[in-house]
């Protein structure tokens, strides 16, 4: 079995003191350490596939460089989009990720504070109101698409309302003047919702036929197939999620319209990586998931290493990304299949 490299290996390999290994890879070197050490000390480590003792740090640190994530699954599965991204952030900033289901196990919340986890991480499948165990809020805590009113934590969420907005706007400028909009339930959907009707409104355009649809591709088949069906079928579709999408889509197909010739589609992307590899690609507005995540370390590593206690809530805003499901509407009958 080979042995694992010490700090002594370091400082013998770099031809410095066990110190100044310590003060260089500690990030305490400067103004102590000359440049040229610092790099030695540093190509040594690398060599040597040296890495810091965990117990020995948290010991003197007394921090064990660990970030609780509460979590939960939806109706379908974990936010898995949203943890991989946090997950990243963290190693990144050299912190070990413990996770934890807080709502189908939250006795397991207690285990994580007694591993002395430095701080916690909630991450929601859905946007959503989530009141923060009491015995959490004694550490540092920030909140990723979600928030608690009477907790004075950070609290990151996307821009859901501007992201209806965008995704209604990028069939206005195509022309579409008959929107509808697909929908689950859930405080997300409803604020797309908010989103494309304010902007058909500020466009003078009527109220955008909306249908709670469900969550499902056939919901959101039933849901399309209905309304295109309809005396006065929408031309252009904005669907909450991209399972909604893609049932659109199969309707339109069943119908015999095309997309985007006879019908256009926009998803609000749901972060499972469909709506952009379905033919043709679904124009989407979707959540910023890598970008909240280093936001969200960031705030919380800045809590742990500097002790700031000032409450952010922040919210980013949704990208856009085209697509080739979008074009001008064509007048037609309603369809008959």
Known sequence: MTRRATAQDVADLAGVSRSTVSLVLNGRADGNISRAKQEAVRDAAEQLRYTPNAVALSLRSKRTETIGVLTWPDRRHMPLALLGAVYTAASRAGYLLMMVDAVQRPGQVDALLDRRVDGFVVVAPELTAFAVPEAVASVPVV??????????????????????????????????????????????????????????????????????????????????????????????????????????????????????????????????????LLVPPVGRVERPDEVIAAHAIELLVDQLRHGRTDVRRLSFVCPVQPGSSIGPPRLRAAPTG
């Open 143 to 276: 909140m990723v698409n979600c928030f608690d009113e009477s907790l004075a934590a950070s609290s990151l969420v996307p821009d859901e309302v501007g992201a209806g907005a965008s995704a209604a706007r990028l069939l206005l400028d195509a022309g579409h003047r008959e929107l509808a909009v697909l929908t689950g339930d859930g405080l997300a959907g409803e604020r797309r919702v908010l989103g494309v009707r304010r902007t058909a409104a500020n466009a003078g355009l009527v109220e955008p036929v909306v249908l709670a649809a469900g969550h499902s591709v056939d919901d959101g088949y039933a849901a399309a197939r209905r309304l295109l069906q309809s005396d006065l079928p929408p031309t252009g579709f904005v669907c909450t999620h991209e399972r909604l999408a893609l049932g659109a889509l199969l309707a339109a197909a069943d119908l015999g319209l095309r997309v985007p010739d006879d019908v256009s589609l926009v998803s609000l992307d749901d972060g499972e990586d469909l709506a952009g």
